[in-house]
C-alpha cells in the first residue's frame, strides 16, 4: 500500500545543477501536485496537473519544470539550482474530492 | 500575499485539555477548508475538513467550526493527547480545483 512515493528523501546540489524530484502514487489519482515547505510560509503550491498531458503553474513556480506523461507520476525538475530552492517539497495527489495524499517529502539544499 | 493566515505560530497544552487553533482567511470564494496535521519527516496528514454550507463537523476528538461572515475557522482537540504534538495547517480551496491554499501551520505541544 505504497500510497505517494517521492525520491531521493535527501539531496545537496551545487549552484546551477540540474536535477529531477521523481512522484509517483499507486492510487489512480488524476490531481498531481508539487508543493515546498518554507519556515514561516506554510506550504506553497508549484505546479500541478490534473492528468496525463495537463499541467498548470501555482503560487511558485520560477525555475521549476513539470510534465504528466502518465497517470502515476509527475516528476518535478529543477532546471538550474539556487540557494533560494533549499526546501522541502512535497508531492501530493488526489481522487478530485479535495482530500490531498502527500509524499514523505524530500529535502533539498542548495549550496 | 497569504490568503490563509495562521497567526499562531505554536501552541503548548496539557494533555487532557482542550487545544483551539486558529485560522483566517481572505477570500470569500473559498468553499472547502480541511486540517492536516504533520510530523517531523513525513508528509501532511489529512486530519477534518468541512464544506462552506456547514458551520460544524466533527469526528472523534477533532471538530472544526466554520464562521464565514468572520472568514474563520478554528479546529479543537479534546482532550489533547501527547500523539497529538504535530504541526496543523489549515488549508482551502475555491472552485478552481487543484489550488489548495495552506496556512503557515501552528506548531503544538502536548505536555505532561
Known amino acids: 500500500n505504497a500510497g505517494v512515493t517521492q525520491t531521493p528523501k535527501f539531496q545537496v546540489l551545487k549552484t546551477g545543477q540540474s536535477m529531477t524530484l521523481q512522484c509517483a502514487q499507486d492510487?489512480?489519482?488524476?490531481?498531481m501536485s508539487w508543493y515546498r515547505q518554507d519556515p514561516g510560509m506554510g506550504l506553497r503550491l508549484i505546479h500541478y496537473?490534473?492528468?496525463?498531458?495537463?499541467?498548470d503553474q501555482g503560487e511558485v513556480p520560477n525555475g521549476y519544470n513539470v510534465s504528466r506523461s502518465t497517470t502515476e507520476d509527475f516528476p518535478l525538475r529543477l532546471l538550474s539550482a539556487a540557494p533560494s530552492q533549499t526546501s522541502v517539497y512535497f508531492c501530493?495527489?488526489?481522487?478530485?474530492?479535495?482530500?490531498?495524499?502527500f509524499g514523505s517529502g524530500t529535502q533539498l539544499s542548495v549550496l | 500575499d497569504q490568503q490563509v493566515k495562521q497567526n499562531s505560530p505554536s501552541l503548548s497544552v496539557q494533555e487532557g485539555r482542550i487545544s483551539i487553533l486558529n485560522c483566517d482567511y481572505t477570500?470569500?470564494?473559498?468553499?472547502?477548508f480541511l486540517w492536516y496535521k504533520k510530523y517531523p519527516a513525513e508528509g501532511p496528514t489529512f486530519l477534518i475538513s468541512?464544506?462552506?454550507?456547514?458551520d460544524k463537523n466533527e469526528d472523534g476528538r477533532f471538530t472544526v467550526f466554520l464562521n464565514k461572515s468572520a472568514k474563520h475557522l478554528s479546529l479543537h482537540i479534546v482532550p489533547s493527547q501527547p500523539g497529538d504534538s504535530a504541526v496543523y495547517f489549515c488549508?482551502?480551496?475555491?472552485?478552481?480545483?487543484?489550488?489548495?491554499?495552506f496556512g503557515a501551520g501552528t506548531q503544538v505541544v502536548v505536555t505532561p
Open positions: 496537473s490534473v492528468g496525463a498531458g495537463i499541467t
Open positions: 477570500n470569500s470564494m473559498f468553499d472547502y
Open positions: 488549508a482551502a480551496i475555491d472552485d478552481s480545483w487543484g489550488k489548495f491554499q
Open positions: 468541512i464544506s462552506s454550507i456547514k
Open positions: 501530493a495527489s488526489s481522487r478530485g474530492d479535495e482530500k490531498l495524499f
Open positions: 492510487m489512480n489519482h488524476e490531481y
